[in-house]
């Protein structure tokens, strides 16, 4: 159980890698003006899949987690 803990950690840090930057995050440490904190950006085509890749990992991961705790 441990051992696809670890691959889906694995997989979970590689695929978040793959995502695209988000440059407007950073525009509250540079000073510029906007902080985009509530814009309303779409996803589309791969970016999406991604995104949607790295959020079920994280769910697996989270459940498995939990699963080990209780039963080891």
């Given amino acids: 159980m441990r051992i696809i803990l670890l ?4 997989l979970l840090i590689l ?5 695209g930057g ?3 995050g950073l525009s509250a440490f540079t000073g ?3 902080l985009g904190l509530f814009q309303n950006a779409k996803e589309r085509g791969p970016e999406k899949l991604i995104s ?4 079920i ?4 991961f ?3 987690v939990i699963v080990i705790r209780i039963f080891e």
């Fill in 7 to 10: 691959v889906v950690a694995i």
């Fill in 15 to 19: 695929i978040s890698l793959l995502q």
């Fill in 22 to 24: 988000k440059s407007e």
């Fill in 32 to 34: 510029s003006g906007d």
């Fill in 52 to 55: 949607n890749i790295t959020m």
């Fill in 57 to 60: 990992l994280g769910i697996v």
């Fill in 62 to 64: 989270f459940i498995l």
